[in-house]
């Protein structure tokens, strides 16, 4: 699956759009748009890639991404056996900034409008009281269309200006340095770390998948991410880790070698150097969070 400038569906005559998704996976590349876009996960699980940020994502993810932010949502390997007992399903929305800042203009919502978009230009997953109040707008969304729509929609907007129940994605320093052109190289080289991180993977074989010599891949894919290529490896299996050990169902030398790790004290090295905690202090944290 090659990546490509993905038609949002929007043009001069439609700025709004909803897309409902009812996959056996996800199904779209790596890419970025000039449009924005919010994404809400109502069933299925898997990875996330948004800039330079990599997470899990599980059914409620909701994540309000800026323009021209590369990002690829790809699901764990189970899915693509198209099992009975897995679906995906999601709704997207698509909009046009431009459209929105025009509604609200000479309006006093208007600058904390243009903020939030600002923001989203990292990409913000949105959290606590003000994702569960958006649930319900969502599940509007599905039971309306045209001006009724439109206005659940803004109101979407509204609540998420007004917010600051969000994390950041990507980091503070990120800039899409991507072409079209670089996209198709990651899309190849993401699916293919998504898929296979948890074995060992030579530089020589991931250089490959890009088609260039390793030396030419270590300077390109730092280059366009700003992070090297052993430093991104270890984030994908570290975020598979923390989703193992919020589980709860694994030793931590069992998460250790799902996640990649043959070692456990390289596992623990290179868990606290990106958490800044031990994999059994990450646990017992997110087990008190869970009882509170």
């Keep these: 699956m090659k990546a490509r400038l993905i038609d ?19 199904n779209s590349p790596f890419h970025f748009h000039e449009s924005c876009e919010i994404v809400l996960i109502e069933e299925g699980y898997g990875k996330r890639i948004v800039g330079d940020h990599i997470d899990d994502f599980d059914k409620g993810d909701l994540v309000f ?65 003000t994702h569960t109040y958006l ?28 917010s600051d129940d969000f994390d950041y994605l990507a980091s503070d ?24 991180f948890h074995r060992e993977i030579p530089l020589e074989e991931i250089a490959g998948v890009a088609r ?10 730092k280059a366009r991410t700003q992070k090297s290529f052993v430093t991104f490896l270890q984030e994908i299996r570290v975020s598979h880790a923390c989703k193992l050990l919020r589980q709860d169902q694994l030793s931590v030398m069992e998460v250790a070698l799902e996640s990649g790790y043959n070692n456990l004290v390289n596992f623990n090295k290179c868990f606290k150097g990106i958490t800044s905690q031990s994999p059994s202090e990450y646990r017992k944290k997110t087990r008190s969070e869970l009882v509170t």
């Design 173 to 196: 320093n990120y800039r899409n340095a991507m072409t079209i052109k670089d996209a198709g190289r990651f899309n190849d080289v993401y699916q293919f770390l998504i898929t296979n």
């Design 65 to 129: 991404m800026g323009p021209n932010l590369p990002h690829i949502w790809q699901n764990d390997n189970l899915y693509f056996q198209k099992r009975k007992d897995l679906r995906v399903k999601a709704t997207v929305l698509y909009f046009e900034p431009a459209m929105v800042l025009s509604l609200v203009a000479g309006m006093d919502e208007a600058i904390a409008v243009q903020m939030l978009f600002t923001k989203a230009c990292r990409g913000l997953s949105v959290k606590s009281s």
């Design 135 to 162: 649930l319900e707008r969502f599940h509007a969304i599905h039971a309306t269309d045209g001006l009724k729509q439109l206005s659940v929609f803004l109101e979407i907007i509204d609540v998420l200006s007004k």
């Design 8 to 26: 949002t569906g929007l043009d001069a005559n439609r700025q709004f759009r909803v897309k409902h998704v009812d996959e056996y996976f996800l």
């Design 212 to 221: 260039m010599s390793p030396t030419a891949f270590c300077r390109y894919f």
